[in-house]
């Protein structure tokens, strides 16, 4: 049955693809793109609720809707009237939203007493057409397959090639650092390259077959795009696996590049540009004229001068995987996170919430999808991020598209991030709750995830093991932990291979830290002053 399904899909992205090869986009197309998605924002977004909500029996937010006394004629009214971010608060207000946790299907919904029985798959976008499923960058759980879309792809790309252009980096020499299938961000690249015309001439990935070994699926799926994309005439590389340690291979084809042809860029997750320039820098390569773009975690102090220091510069992007990119460095930056939010593609709104189990409280995003390629229909869902909504005038070419809209300081409120890989928290902490003081000794209250940035700027997943508990080998406790988190899902294992080659995990041994309030929490994330509360007050961050 499975190789059935398998042989549909193949069938289906293989026939969406010959079409999708034949497809340009010249940056002018790309402007008038983007000029006519911000005209129609509304109209698309009426669309989106009259298909993909009201029109879809299966669809989770129609409960809602119910509840909520909504017809498609009140929202309508609504956005004529008060404006599509206005409306999106007010549903919002009266219990149309989702969290990340019932998106995914973790957490039943519950609105009004009242549970609403959901199939996750039914945020399934229902009009797709032409997609591969992969699995989402490192959260885990039933539900994580997500679609890649070719027409989500193509939607994607004119707001790349804008913002690329804007940093003056749209067609120059690239090369990725980034995994293959499942995790789709490798393949989408080169994709899009195709778009725009600037295929990327290498591809590093840091699956390796000693670390990670894709299912048969997966790996047929890299091979036959690439074998398909060479036959169409355009130069797809092959997936060249490299591990961390090899960082200096990175550096070492910049510098190459760099001498031949001049300025070139690098595409990867925000750590592993940080190991490319702490390799550079022992080499004593000069990096002037090579720019990355970066993601997955946010670029921090640390590890932007870590980048800066080589000569390379950067863009930061931000992506979800439910959603496609999000925002992408604005071109004259007050700081290293500044990103300009594609209103074309989203509504955002913030809320304030409690995150449960955490003690804090959040200025919640809440997204709302607005272009019909969407892999998920996506409503006033949160993705546990939160940050800051500034609008400003910076002068930057973007701002000319009407991208006033900055996003600042976004983190996560309940993921752990590191090397551009996520897990929710609800898993670790069973691991943390239930199997270490099971193994080791001691209790719940003995051990403690803490997210940190070491002295080089890495995220590092500290975990805090009390002193009194007496353990022997402590290489053995972290041997635990990723065995755990192999065991617990395809996504965990694929961030359980990226953790472990990064070696992302230490032990400390010191008295887990509590809150003033006096609770205990078994994970503690990185912290931003001004912005993340624990018990009503500003908290610091931990030394
Ligand atoms: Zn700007």
Not at 68 to 83: H, L, P, R, T
Not at 144 to 169: Q, Y
């Amino acid at each position: 049955m499975h190789f059935l399904d398998d042989l549909r899909m193949y069938t289906r992205f293989a026939w969406g693809l010959r079409k999708f090869l034949k497809r340009t986009l010249t940056i002018e197309e790309a402007k008038v793109i983007i000029k006519k998605r911000m005209e129609e924002r509304e109209s698309n977004f009426l669309r989106l609720v009259r298909k993909g909500i009201f029109g879809y029996p299966k669809s989770p937010y129609l409960p809602l809707m119910k509840l909520a006394q909504c017809e498609m004629g009140d929202i309508e009214i609504m956005v004529k009237d008060k404006g599509l971010e206005n409306t999106l608060r007010s549903l919002r207000e009266a219990g149309v939203y989702v969290t990340f946790e019932e998106f995914k299907g973790r957490e039943p919904i519950v609105r009004g007493g009242k549970v609403i029985p959901v199939d996750v798959r039914n945020f399934d976008n229902p009009y797709l057409s032409h997609y591969y499923e992969a699995t989402s960058g490192g959260t885990t759980g039933a539900g994580t397959r997500v679609a890649v879309d070719l027409d989500h792809l193509a939607e994607c790309t004119p707001n790349l090639m804008l913002s690329n252009d804007a940093h003056g980096i749209l067609y120059l020499p690239t090369c990725l650092w980034y995994g293959s299938f499942p995790d789709s961000t490798g393949m989408g690249c080169i994709l899009r390259g195709v778009l725009y015309n600037n295929i990327p001439c290498k591809w590093f990935s840091p699956i390796t077959k000693k670390n990670y070994k894709p299912a048969l699926k997966d790996r047929m799926a890299t091979h036959c795009t690439i074998l398909m994309g060479r036959f169409f005439g355009f130069p797809f590389p092959r997936p060249q696996p490299l591990t961390f340690d090899q960082a200096n291979q990175v550096a070492d084809w910049a510098k190459n590049t760099l001498m031949a042809h001049g300025p070139c860029l690098i595409r990867t997750h925000t750590s592993m540009a940080v190991r490319v320039c702490l390799a550079a820098r022992e080499k004593g390569i000069d990096l002037t004229g090579l720019a990355f773009v970066i993601g997955g975690e946010p670029t921090t102090l640390a590890k932007a001068q870590d980048i800066t220091r080589t000569g390379a510069r950067f863009v930061p992007s931000y992506w979800f995987v439910e959603g496609g990119v999000v925002g992408y460095g604005c071109a004259s930056p007050v700081d290293c996170n500044d990103l300009h939010f594609f209103k074309d593609r989203f509504a955002l709104i913030q809320y304030p919430i409690q995150v449960p189990g955490f003690d804090i409280k959040v200025n919640a995003f809440c997204y709302t999808s607005l272009l019909p390629s969407n892999p998920k229909i996506i409503l006033n869902v949160e993705n546990d991020d939160y940050g800051e909504i500034e609008t400003r005038s910076c002068g930057c070419p973007m701002e000319e598209y009407g991208f006033s809209e900055h996003l600042r300081y976004v983190r996560s409120y309940r993921k752990l991030t590191g090397e551009g890989v996520t897990l929710v928290g609800s898993e670790i902490v069973k691991i943390l709750e239930e199997v270490l003081p099971a193994r080791f000794g001691g209790s719940p209250l003995d051990y403690q995830l803490v997210e940190e940035e070491d002295e080089q700027g890495f995220t590092r997943l500290s975990l805090l093991v009390n002193p009194k508990v007496e353990i022997r080998n402590e290489a053995e406790v972290i041997q635990t932990l990723l065995e755990e988190l192999g065991r617990a899902s395809v996504a965990a294992d694929l961030a359980r291979t990226i953790w472990d080659q990064a070696k992302t995990f230490r032990i400390r041994r010191m008295s887990p830290i509590w809150t003033r309030a006096g609770k205990f929490m078994p994970l503690r994330l990185i912290e931003r002053e001004g912005i993340f509360e624990e018990d009503g007050q500003t908290a610091k961050s931990e030394p």
